[in-house]
């Protein structure tokens, strides 16, 4: 029973609520990642992820440089513990449909968990069964 803290992203990469969506994909491919968190003042309020941006700014057409990140955001951040097992994670993330799920210990963010990082979980357990 590998714990979700195995398998996390340990590096978190935010964005300010009031930065600009263009300085957001700029971040985004900077760091070659998918989403990022989004703080205001000195709290965790959200997240940010190329959906957002393609759902919510190109496909409507709206001016990445006027519209802040918090315009498009999701707000209802998904949290998992660090030492819950990477089976749970699974779940929550297929029933809620999710690609990153927030780590945290206690009330303490540790980490992100994306789809990319279920995709080494299972490459492990497939290289046990063969």
Same mark, same amino acid.
């Given at each position: 029973m590998d714990p979700v803290s195995e398998y996390m992203v340990? !590096?978190? $990469?935010? !964005? /300010?609520?009031?930065?600009s969506v263009r300085d957001a994909a700029k971040k985004l491919c900077e760091f070659g990642i998918g989403s990022l968190l989004v703080k205001k003042d000195? #709290?965790?309020?959200?997240?940010v992820s190329e959906q957002e941006i393609t759902r919510q700014l190109v496909a409507v057409d709206r001016d990445s440089n006027s519209t802040? !990140? @918090?315009?498009?955001?999701?707000?209802?951040? /998904?949290?998992i513990d660090q030492?819950? #097992?990477? @089976? $749970?994670?699974i779940a929550i993330m297929r029933q809620k449909r999710l &690609?990153?799920?927030v780590v &945290? /210990? +206690?009330e303490t !963010?540790? +980490? #992100? *968990? @994306?789809?990319?990082? *279920?995709?080494?979980y299972y490459e492990k357990w497939f290289e046990l069964i063969l």
């Open positions: 340990t !590096v978190i $990469k935010e !964005v /300010d609520a009031g930065a000195g #709290i965790y309020i959200g997240m802040n !990140v @918090s315009d498009i955001m999701n707000s209802d951040i /998904d949290y030492s819950a #097992i990477m @089976s $749970k994670a &690609r990153y799920l &945290r /210990d +206690g !963010v540790k +980490g #992100i *968990l @994306s789809v990319k990082d *279920l995709l080494v």
